[in-house]
């Protein structure tokens, strides 16, 4: 058990690899498609649309404030339909 333990121990202690940072861009034609949006939500939509990923989305445009972008904030807005008008 003693071996076990160690290995645990040095597994645990190991440091991490770096994981590779993978640049993601987007196109002059999406560039100009997100700038003429109003929202944040509809530029979330449209690149997930794209093809983007959410932590890509995360990446690529900011917050209403100029801030980061949260993973929650995008994941909430692609899973809530959008809301019908009323007539």
């Known amino acids: 058990m003693a071996k076990t333990a160690r290995k645990t121990a040095e597994a645990v202690a190991a440091p991490k690899t770096e994981a590779t940072q993978v640049?993601?861009?987007?196109?002059?034609?999406?560039t100009k498609a997100i700038d003429a949006m109003p929202t944040v939500s509809s530029r979330i939509r449209y690149l997930n649309d794209q093809g983007f990923t959410r932590g890509q989305i995360t990446k690529l445009i900011p917050n209403a404030h100029g801030g980061k972008l949260l993973y929650?904030?995008?994941r909430n807005v692609l899973i809530t339909p959008i809301a019908k008008a009323k007539a």
């Open 72 to 74: 929650q904030h995008v």
């Open 23 to 30: 640049e993601v861009k987007m196109n002059a034609t999406q």
